[in-house]
């Protein structure tokens, strides 16, 4: 079974930085996407970035461009999400999500499309 583990989440004030870290594990696809999404209390789960396999195509909600970074190094089967001018809005618990495929088309902002979850790690932001 393939296992997707989170870390780095914590608590940090508002426009702090922290870098979460997503390792794959187990029988993986050959070539895989990858998506970062959170979800706050009482809130539905919405979409935060998603990255192709080559890692040239990254997309991000409107309301983390230019504050949230995602990356990957394939050889270490390890995708980051790197989070600068953190608000207290990004409060939520954050999950990493994985799909087969090399390319991101549409409904990549959707859960739905992706199959594979990780635990979550938990992301605070005081004011």
């Known amino acids: 079974q393939v296992q997707l583990v989170e870390s780095g989440g914590g608590l940090v004030q508002a426009g702090g930085s922290l870098r979460l870290s997503c390792v794959i594990s187990g029988r993986t696809f050959s070539t895989y996407v990858m998506g970062w999404f959170r979800q706050a209390p009482g809130k539905e789960r919405e979409f935060v970035a998603a990255i192709s396999w080559n890692g040239v195509g990254k997309y991000y909600t409107n309301s983390v461009k230019g504050r949230f970074t995602i990356s990957r190094d394939n050889a270490k089967n390890t995708g980051y999400l790197q989070m600068n001018s953190l608000k207290p809005e990004d409060t939520a618990d954050y999950y990493c999500?994985?799909?087969?495929?090399?390319?991101?088309?549409?409904?990549?902002?959707?859960?739905?499309?992706?199959?594979?979850w990780g635990q979550g790690t938990q992301v605070s932001v005081s004011s």
């Open positions: 999500a994985a799909r087969s495929g090399t390319a991101l088309s549409g409904s990549y902002y959707s859960p739905l499309p992706w199959n594979y």
